[in-house]
């Protein structure tokens, strides 16, 4: 993934603005630190800050097309990039190996649809100057796995800012707004447009299909499988928890058959990465003696990846805290205390020359796997929950995931949110999902990968190859990131804050912060230094506070040990 930045139809002189624009693009540099590329354009200008995975030597952005009438800036991976090349009806010319330049060639010829078309996590802003008028066409991947805003200018509505990141925005714009994730704005109307439309989208259509494990097993295989797709050092991010666990397993068997296989050209998948680099490297984080590096641990030598084992102190933590808020660009609770410890992994995965990781996000939205989940009043409101919690992970783990590794030129790549694995899980009937006290959370999709279970449909061959994971650890309960990490991160955040924010200032938080009111003194802190960076009242619409179903009799505390059920609750 990349930076990207772009001012379309800007209302003053675009030469002089054109240092301006660099500037701000290059407060995008820690997401793309090979090479940056700019492009002025008519009253148009478009910048991109590279971090190069796939066509390293040719991949500079932005991308054109042969007249340079289409001007093209991408922060992405587009898995099917291949089978998109083969489908173009028009002979084309590559003038790159980047997967992401077949967004151009096929805009060219389809328009607007290439959107529906991708297979990928992305965020594009596209440059048609082929009529008299230029055109823009932007677009955000379906979840909202990549980070995307714009921004306007009220006294100038005519123009339109693009940004990966709110910190490009915020001095320039005094309205800024998160782009939706599987939409796509286009200059010609002014409005978003959506392209993403599964049936499974809407809350109150309550899914019915009897759960099928061996199609939960494969869909979720083949989604690892075309995320091998790279040129560069890979690895996994491994918490020893289920969904980190499975993604690794997964990912070292398909790297082992890619790598022992013969080369296809005819094949979809970019498997690349697998054939570069078949061993792989596992990455856990933890306070010295934390639950998840102790299953991490087991799971790699279970594995036999190549494990590094990295641990942070609380100060480090509460050292870097202000340095998250400011690369996340948020004062959510939960995703700062899960957000920390990920920046500070990512910091030293990247230091190891790695620069891609698969990680679990997604799962607990998908299969309802957090611990609140198992006091859903009923079936149909649990899968309402799971998928108003999947519309909503681009406020929250997406934007950890992508901006927490990002902050240091790390990509994340998450297998869970494949269009078409989502397309089977989501269409499960919940009765199938839900958990119980006598039914662990997530059961389904430990049952799809438990070879002592007789319905999950192993083939013989497949039960040769032994199991994906040690049993104890394909059924351990929910740890939330930010309590495996070590159960006294959290109490350390909240004792910390306690020290830092009076009775006082407390006591008039209402006055200090009327807008969306924090109210714990870890809130109070997190929100008084997100505006140390962002002062500008534009920037708290995109900001989104997760919290758990209250409304379900269970604790307004994020924390997994917050709810009843966990078995270390406080």
């Given at each position: 993934m990349c930076g990207i930045f772009g001012v379309y139809n800007y209302y003053g002189d675009v030469g002089?603005?054109?240092?301006?624009?660099?500037?701000?693009?290059?407060?995008?540099?820690?997401?793309?630190?090979?090479?940056?590329?700019?492009?002025?354009?008519?009253?148009?200008?478009?910048?991109?800050?590279?971090?190069?995975?796939?066509?390293?030597?040719?991949?500079?952005?932005?991308?054109?097309?042969?007249?340079?009438?289409?001007?093209?800036?991408?922060?992405?991976?587009?898995?099917?990039?291949?089978?998109?090349?083969?489908?173009?009806?028009q002979p084309t010319s590559f003038k790159t190996h980047s997967d992401c330049e077949v967004i151009l060639h096929m805009y060219s010829e389809i328009g607007t649809d290439v959107c529906a078309k991708l297979d990928g996590m992305f965020s594009w802003a596209l440059l048609d100057r082929r009529s008299t008028k230029s055109r823009l066409v932007a677009a955000r991947d379906p979840i909202g796995i990549t980070t995307l805003y714009i921004g306007r200018v009220s006294a100038h509505p005519e123009t339109v800012f693009i940004a990966s990141e709110l910190k490009s925005l915020n001095e320039e714009c005094d309205q800024i707004d998160e782009f939706p994730p599987g939409h796509y704005f286009d200059s010609e109307d002014g409005q978003f447009h959506q392209y993403f439309k599964p049936d499974w989208w809407t809350p109150e259509r309550i899914a019915t299909a009897p759960v099928d494990y061996r199609q939960l097993r494969e869909t979720l295989t083949a989604a690892v499988r075309k995320r091998l797709?790279?040129?560069?050092?890979?690895?996994?991010?491994?918490?020893?928890?289920?969904?980190?666990?499975?993604?690794?397993?997964?990912?070292?068997?398909?790297?082992?058959?890619?790598?022992?296989?013969?080369?296809?050209?005819?094949?979809?998948?970019?498997?690349?990465?697998?054939?570069?680099?078949?061993?792989m490297h596992s990455f856990s984080i933890g306070l010295p003696g934390a639950p998840d590096l102790i299953a991490a641990r087991k799971v790699a030598k279970f594995l036999r990846t190549a494990h590094h084992e990295l641990t942070y102190t609380v100060q480090e933590g509460l050292d870097a805290v202000a340095d998250v808020i400011y690369h996340l660009e948020t004062y959510d609770v939960t995703t700062i205390r899960a957000s920390t410890p990920m920046y500070l992994m990512s910091r030293k995965i990247k230091s190891t020359g790695v620069k891609m990781v698969l990680s679990g996000e997604g799962a607990d939205e998908v299969f309802?796997?957090?611990?609140?989940?198992?006091?859903a009043p009923n079936a149909d409101d649990f899968h309402k929950e799971t998928v108003n919690r999947v519309h909503n992970l681009h406020t929250s783990d997406c934007l950890r995931a992508n901006k927490s590794t990002m902050a240091w030129g790390l990509e994340a790549r998450v297998p869970f949110l494949d269009k078409e694995f989502l397309q089977v899980a989501m269409n499960v009937r919940p009765e199938d999902?839900?958990?119980?006290?006598?039914?662990?959370?997530?059961?389904?999709?430990?049952?799809a990968f438990d070879v002592e279970f007789a319905g999950a449909g192993f083939t013989p061959e497949e039960l040769a190859k032994g199991p994906y994971l040690p049993h104890d650890v394909l059924w351990r309960q929910k740890e939330q990131f930010s309590d495996g990490v070590g159960y006294s991160w959290i109490d350390s955040l909240k004792e910390w804050a306690e020290r830092r924010v009076s009775d006082e200032a407390m006591a008039a938080?209402?006055?200090?912060?009327?807008?969306?009111?924090?109210?714990?003194?870890?809130?109070?802190?997190?929100?008084?230094?997100?505006?140390?960076?962002?002062?500008?009242?534009?920037?708290?619409?995109?900001?989104?506070?997760?919290?758990?179903?209250?409304?379900?009799?269970?604790?307004?505390?994020?924390?997994?040990?917050?709810?009843?059920?966990?078995?270390?609750?406080?």
């Open positions: 002089e603005f054109r240092q301006r624009a660099l500037d701000l693009s290059k407060k995008l540099r820690h997401r793309g630190p090979d090479w940056s590329g700019c492009i002025v354009a008519d009253n148009n200008i478009v910048c991109h800050e590279r971090l190069a995975i796939v066509g390293v030597d040719t991949g500079a952005q932005p991308l054109t097309n042969a007249d340079e009438s289409i001007v093209l800036t991408v922060n992405g991976e587009i898995y099917n990039h291949k089978k998109l090349e083969a489908e173009l009806k797709m790279a040129e560069v050092p890979y690895g996994v991010l491994l918490s020893g928890g289920l969904d980190s666990s499975l993604i690794s397993s997964i990912a070292v068997r398909e790297a082992a058959r890619i790598s022992a296989s013969a080369q296809s050209d005819t094949e979809d998948v970019d498997t690349r990465g697998a054939r570069y680099f078949p061993r309802g796997g957090y611990l609140y989940f198992h006091y999902k839900q958990c119980s006290k006598d039914l662990i959370e997530k059961a389904i999709i430990r049952r938080v209402h006055e200090r912060f009327p807008y969306d009111t924090p109210s714990t003194k870890e809130a109070y802190l997190y929100r008084e230094l997100f505006e140390q960076h962002f002062p500008q009242k534009a920037c708290l619409k995109s900001v989104v506070r997760w919290v758990p179903r209250t409304d379900w009799g269970c604790s307004a505390d994020p924390s997994g040990r917050a709810q009843k059920i966990h078995d270390k609750a406080y």
